[in-house]
């Protein structure tokens, strides 16, 4: 697994770029994400934290791949290229690390060196010192570390803490999409709590706005975001 990580990253143009090294500028976000996020998008060198795995995880960095950032994805067994490809990201420029094994921090700094975004659902609660460890990473690479899951140090966490969706009737009918309440909290300039309904997805399967009239005829019986991924394959 080490040796195969480690020939990627040595093919990956993304080490080689300037900016990346020295960890200016901003990833961009989705349209229906820029008002979440403190600086409008992803802060290079920076954590972000989105609670429980799932499609906010992945829309996080769908904006910066269509733009033609790397991603890796670590820790998630249960995501494959089609479901990460439907929720945005450009499979030529995506590695998955299903499994990464007992060294798992060893492999997220070593792609943290290689890729614009590294997506994490850590498979323990990692300590104070490993959190530091792999946030001088971040900084010391430009890269950003998306986590699924808490991280006391994140400069931003995103959650959805209410979920509507559409298409089912009493006891019947087809989900079509779901309408999803996130709110943003962090540290300086994200202190202020930021919160916006999106489509999670929408009848089309896109990430986009949604406006307050959108919650007509919602069912408010499914909660969170991990479901969505497990239910779409």
């Known amino acids: 697994m080490g040796a195969e990580i480690a020939d990627v990253i040595s093919l990956s143009p993304v080490r080689h770029r300037d900016d990346v090294l020295a960890g200016q500028g901003l ?18 060198g920076s954590v972000v934290s989105s609670g429980a795995f799932g499609l906010l995880c992945l829309a996080l960095a769908a904006g910066a791949s269509a733009d033609g950032a790397w991603c890796a994805v670590v820790g998630v067994p249960a995501v494959g290229v089609r ?22 921090p060893q492999v997220v700094a070593s792609l943290l060196d290689g890729f614009d975004i590294v997506l994490l659902h850590p498979p323990e609660q990692p300590s104070a010192q490993l959190r530091r460890k792999l946030e001088a990473a971040v900084r010391r690479y ?45 540290r300086g300039a994200g202190e202020r709590p930021r919160s916006a309904w999106l489509w999670l997805p929408g009848p089309d399967g896109a990430v986009t706005a949604a406006s307050e009239a959108d919650g007509a005829g919602a069912h408010r019986g499914y909660r969170g975001d991990a479901g969505y991924l497990a239910s779409s394959g």
């Open 83 to 104: 479901a990460a490809a439907d929720a945005g990201l450009d499979p030529d420029r995506l590695l998955l690390v299903p499994e990464p094994g007992r060294c798992w």
């Open 27 to 44: 990833l961009p976000v989705l349209p229906a994400l820029r008002g979440l996020m403190p600086a409008g998008g992803l802060q290079r």
């Open 142 to 186: 430009g890269s950003v570390l998306v986590v699924a899951g808490d991280w006391p140090g994140a400069q931003a966490r995103l959650a959805v803490t209410d979920a509507q969706w559409i298409g089912i009737g009493a006891g019947h009918g087809r989900l079509r999409a779901r309408r999803a309440q996130v709110v943003t909290s962090g």
